[in-house]
């Protein structure tokens, strides 16, 4: 069975432009979070989305957002780069919302120039 | 906000000798809790988890020892292996969010 996948792998931006990064999840899994994990940094949680209703944000701007779709891939869009935006966007599914494990993807690996 | 944090940034051990890895958390709210390994270029990879209503729970070579006492958490891996060189995070979990530490670096001597 395949993972989580997520794409692209590496792009690179400038500043005030827009990223779409994509993620499918496993299989059955319902759950899909996304994570900001900058250089040296543990994952920073961005967003939660379980049957397509989000569940949870933190605390990051308006600049970013998410959505789920039926077949519950998911999409982090990000607005306005800037650079302080460079960073591996890790991706996780989980089978439900809550206390589950979350089996993370390779992440996508964003640098703003 | 939450802190989960670890006590040493580093940690270097021989092959073949055991590893700990600590953790402390802040949150006496939080409920679940999981250990995750993470190689260069990879996403993090699931080690082992543990429940707030269990003080210990063991893995292959992994054990996770849980203080709700003093909000610690710690990772043993036994007989370190060159394969275990990695960084390791642990995770909170309340609500519907996990929050990560900023991880421990292992390294194993050969």
């Known amino acids: 069975d395949a993972g989580v996948t997520q794409s692209p792998t590496h792009l690179i931006k400038t500043r005030g432009q827009h990223v779409t990064l994509r993620c499918s999840p496993i299989?059955?899994?319902?759950?899909v979070s996304w994570y900001q994990q900058v250089l040296g940094q543990g994952p920073q949680f961005i967003f939660q989305y379980y049957e397509k209703e989000e569940r949870g944000r933190g605390n990051f701007p308006d600049r970013f957002s998410a959505r789920q779709f039926p077949n519950y891939s998911s999409e982090l869009n990000v607005n306005a780069l800037l650079l302080g935006d460079s960073a591996l966007y890790l991706c996780?599914?989980?089978w439900g919302s809550g206390a589950n494990v979350l089996t993370f993807g390779a992440g996508s690996r964003l640098t703003v120039l | 906000g939450e802190s989960v944090g670890l006590h040493l940034p580093t940690l270097s051990v021989q092959e073949g000798d055991n590893s700990i890895i600590n953790c402390a958390y802040s949150n006496s709210a939080s409920d679940y809790f999981i250990w995750y390994k993470q190689e260069s270029g990879k996403g993090p990879q699931f080690i082992i988890d543990i429940r707030s209503n269990m003080d210990k729970r063991q893995g292959q070579r992994v054990t996770v020892l849980l203080n709700k006492t003093v909000k610690h958490l710690s990772l043993q891996i036994a007989a370190t292996q060159p394969g275990d060189s990695a960084v390791y995070f642990c995770?909170?979990?309340?609500?519907?969010?996990?929050?990560f530490g900023t991880g421990t670096s292992l390294t194993v001597i050969p």
């Open positions: 996780a599914s989980a």
């Open positions: 995770a909170e979990n309340t609500g519907n969010q996990f929050y």
């Open positions: 299989s059955g899994h319902k759950s």
